[in-house]
């Protein structure tokens, strides 16, 4: 089973709160989204399936963060990276410079989140692309 980092790209399409478990309610703001997580478990990149599944709504169990804000009616999951073998998901979040979301997605590390919000898509890709050429890690883009 492959495993790696990934990152998902999430379009809110709306403005919205979002009540994320023991976070509590979320303000967010309309625009794209990069939420950077782990594959290194038993399935490894299977997890990613798991998260088309709740924003599809194939699945309605909230496990973590990104359940509460994948399950919106108003995301949208646009696009994927995955960085396979890499355990870099803690230093893409430091290096990413996307408006960070507190304390979201990070309730087992120092950092400050894992989710960023870009108001447009291009400005997006450009830094999530340009982060991972700088630390030079190979990575495949799906839509």
Not at 47 to 73: A, Q
Not at 114 to 132: A, I, P, R, T
Request: charged content about 25%.
């Amino acid at each position: 089973m492959e495993k790696g980092t990934y990152i998902l790209v999430l379009n809110l399409k709306d403005s919205c709160e979002v009540n994320v478990g023991s976070l509590g309610n979320i303000s967010l703001e309309r625009g794209f989204y990069t939420y950077i997580g782990s594959a290194f478990g038993p399935g490894g990149f299977k997890r990613i399936n798991r998260h088309r599944k709740v924003v599809n709504g194939d699945n309605n169990k909230r496990h973590w963060h990104i359940d509460y804000l994948n399950g919106n009616n108003h995301s949208e999951l646009t696009m994927v990276y995955r960085i396979p073998g890499e355990k870099i998901e803690c230093s893409l979040a430091q290096k990413l410079s996307g408006k960070s979301i507190g304390k979201f997605g990070c309730s087992d590390c120092k950092c400050g989140s894992h989710l960023m919000f870009y108001e447009d898509l291009g400005s997006l890709e450009n830094d999530v692309e340009k982060v991972l050429e700088s630390i030079s890690a190979k990575y495949f883009r799906a839509e």
